[in-house]
């Protein structure tokens, strides 16, 4: 048993780093789409501070996720792999397609639908964190969207008298830190899911993990308030190499299919966006960095016209946003009644 959580433990790092391969078109596809840094370097910007997150925000979603959806009395491994499954294989295929859903709900659908599977509806703790999750699929974009909108009128106002070529040069740099701020706050919520999928595990097995010694000890985690540094780290890093990748299908998505950027529209729907998560990362609510960062492109490209956002590239995202919690659901509980089969309960 200690070998399986052991492999689990690096199956939920693997979806780490898929989540950062997946979701590196978040950080990076403003930046690239503007052609203020070349791909590889905007890769390596944004796992840098993906990483340097885990010394910056505090592990409230990871808490979220490990004791606020799921009863923890009825997870067994097998509920958290499978859900792991249900995740992962719901973001390659979005990402073979090149569709920027999100894999944050994939990772939440899977986990539900593994559960439910287990022990029916009684699983999910329905309450103040469902309740969040599910509001914030339709919140986050629009928030993003509107604070992508009220920014980009900021800036259009207060550089209307301003000549385009300097506003370029301004806004260059600007995308900058507006890129880094954005990957803190990807890294600051998006790592923190699989932080609370790990602690979830590790306190399911507690009793098996109570009596060891050596570096084992270290897997040993009484409650789910308690998130030692290694699952902390560790998390951070797999998200890190993940965006330092790259998912390049869904940053020609992002970055210029939605609608077409300049630097100043840019560093205005990275912007948002970041604050936008950062918002939702202080209160402990996991989001969709997908979302936010869509719904802030459409903002500020709504600015400029409401005919410069191309609405079926947007209809199309929205409809995969729709239907990732339940289809990565049902992948899980699929696999769930396989691994009961073959592993056992």
Known sequence: MLYYVLAIVGVALIFDFINGFHDSANSIATIVGTRVLSPIAAVIWAAFFN???????????????????????????????????GAIIWDLVTWAYGIPSSSSHALIGGYAGAAVAKAGWAALLWGTKWIETLAFIVISPLFGMALGFTLMVILYWTFHRTGPARVNRVFKRGQLLSSALFSLAHGGNDAQKTMGIIVGLLVTVEPLLALETGWIRNLYVPNADNIPVWVILSAHAAIALGTLFGGWRIVHTMGSRITKLRPISGFAAEGAGAIAIIMATTLGIPVSTTHTITGAIVGVGATHRFSAVRWGVAGRIVWAWVVTIPASALIAALAYLLLRTFVGA
């Open 51 to 85: 990483f340097i997150a885990a010394f910056v925000f505090t592990t409230a979603v990871a808490k979220a996720i490990g004791k606020g959806l799921i009863d923890l009395n009825i997870v067994t491994p097998n509920v958290i792999f499978a859900g792991l499954l």
